[in-house]
């Protein structure tokens, strides 16, 4: 997610929408406002190839001010992975409580939403933005759109197919 956090609106709303998420116990909300972890401590990966992953923090330091490195768990003792605090999105583990109201997705699909809603949302405060905000908001409907029509035709495709072959089936034995 591209924010100009140079922009004092910006950075003031999403200040206050993150403030607002992480009272509400949001798990990205609360991971987006950590600042820095020390070594020892237990973070879950909320995006990316590693979703749902747990690690520690390692006592080594990353390759910039900007990440640090950790050891997920079931990886070898010698292996370490680079996290960075700006391009990747984690929390604090375990998570405390997990909000009501957070929909029964996975993860990644929740980290998505999420970004996606962030993303909209702050351009709705950057007015050199409002074209790209309304393009999105199209594009995100048309998308879920043809996501739900596919996955509507590929299920009537395999229910077609089930009772034809239950039928086949039947006709066998008859």
């Known amino acids: 997610m591209k924010v100009n956090l140079s922009e004092p609106v910006i ?29 020892g401590e237990r973070i879950i990966l909320l ?3 590693y979703t749902g992953l747990r690690a520690t923090v390692s006592d080594q330091p990353g390759w910039s ?3 640090f490195l ?12 680079r996290v960075g605090y700006k391009r990747d999105k984690f929390a604090y ?13 996975s993860i990644d699909d929740l980290s998505a939403i999420e ?36 996955s509507l035709k590929h299920r009537h495709l395999a229910d077609s197919h089930r009772t034809w072959l239950s039928a086949r089936a039947q006709s066998k034995f008859l």
Not at 70 to 80: C, G, M, P, R
Request: hydrophobic share 35%.
């Open 93 to 105: 583990f375990p998570i405390a409580r997990i909000p009501d109201w957070l929909c029964h997705l």
């Open 65 to 67: 001010e900007d990440e």
């Open 47 to 49: 995006q990316g190839m």
């Open 115 to 150: 970004e996606i809603f962030t993303s909209h949302y702050t351009k709705f405060f950057d007015h050199s933005k409002k074209e790209e905000l309304v393009q999105c908001i199209v594009a995100t409907d048309r998308n879920r759109a043809q996501q739900t029509t596919s």
């Open 11 to 39: 950075r003031r709303v999403l200040t206050k929408f993150t403030n607002a998420g992480a009272k509400s116990n949001c798990p990205f909300c609360k991971g987006r406002m950590i600042a820095s972890v020390s070594p």
């Open 70 to 81: 950790v050891h997920f768990d079931n990886d070898a003792e010698d292996t370490l992975t």
